[in-house]
């Protein structure tokens, strides 16, 4: 009687054996994901997952005599880097457009100018959705993106990039507003009247935030604008995330521990940043993702390009398609490594590490330098999606990566002000 039991438990282990083999070689069968499995499996959740981009530059397009945002246009042969066929074509859903104002003088003269060339950019954004309804519409709340998303359309949102055209008059935030503005980068390439740039060759003015630049961000808080803090050097975002009474934002920004450049966050900051409750948006700025070798005759080459060019908003079509040429022929003669969407992965890889799933974003940067090797316009960007897939990610956090985050602060920042006016 032993004997047959010990014979029943020897053929009970054989057959769990077996079985278990069984099922560990159909657990290798189904991870042995083809490559193009895994890019049709990437591209399905990219396209049911909404796809937010916090900033291009396009505006500076949308002014241009003829230009027209429902045509595909060449990167190559116009440097345009997005229209809605292209859009549509990358599956991205929404983007916030950026009417950005390079720094000027900063007097009444000048503070008048800018102010008019923000209302122009604005005003072109709102007639390019008005002509083209039936494929985009202008976005003003969190919701409008999926609700638009349902219709079939791109959503478009508004913001600012450089604090510049708010000028030294508190009442233009609320002008903004009233025209759809839903953030506003604080300060751009050089010191303004608000705050400290992490590039002006001077140095810091204010020590992060001027006294003004503290009511406006006020301002933004009562209004529901949110409080954008990238290009802003390290005193203007402990000034920012200090002050603000919401979750800030850096539309396009990148980890230092990554690229040692000081328009990216650190890591401290990074996790100040969870603890705001903010969001960090990837950029595709080759700079900001890869760290380049010394290249002292690219560099002189491109200084004195900048150094003769008129502003961009004087130059004649002519004089601004020789412009690109003369940069590509520098940057064909004296080439940088390209940036790769390995290297955009990379930076989202250590922004989840130190912040966490919840704090990144992607905000490419298009018609601003924006443009790297696999994400070089708006018809490209599931090749980051791709790449995330490819890397492990699932589909709740690419879409939390792809526009969850974003529209969770913005939803807060809307409450925050909800709260401020009641």
Known sequence: MLKLHQNYLVLLLLVLFISSCKEKSASSDADAETEEELVQRALAIHKEVLTLDTHADTPLRMIEPGFDMAERHDPNETGSKVDYPRMKEGDLDAIFFAAFVAQDIRDDDGNTRAKELCLQMIDSVI???????????????PEDAYSLEKEGKRAIYIGIENGYPIGDDLSNVELYFNKGVRYITL??????????????????????????????VAEMN????????????????????????????????????????????????????????????????ADYLREAPPNAERDSAIAVLRANMKPIGEMTKEEKAALRQSFQQVNEKYPNPPATVTHVADHIDHIVEVAGIDHVGIGCDFDGGGGIEGVFDASEVMNITIELVRRGYTKAQIEKIWGGNLIRVFKEVQAVAEKIQS
């Open 127 to 141: 007639t390019s959705t008005e002509r083209n309804s039936d494929i985009v519409g202008l976005a003003l709340n």
């Open 187 to 216: 300060v751009h390439s050089s010191n303004n009247d608000l705050a400290d740039s992490a590039t002006d060759t001077n140095g810091a003015e204010h020590g992060g935030l001027s006294d003004f630049g503290a009511e406006v």
């Open 222 to 285: 009562r209004l529901g604008i949110m409080v954008d803090v990238s290009h802003g050097n390290d005193s203007l975002f402990y000034d920012a995330i200090a002050l603000s009474k919401a979750p800030i934002i850096a539309s396009h920004s990148n980890a230092r521990a990554v690229t040692d450049h000081q328009r990216n966050m650190t890591d401290e900051m990074l996790k100040l940043m969870a603890e705001n409750g903010g969001v960090v948006q990837l950029t595709m700025l």
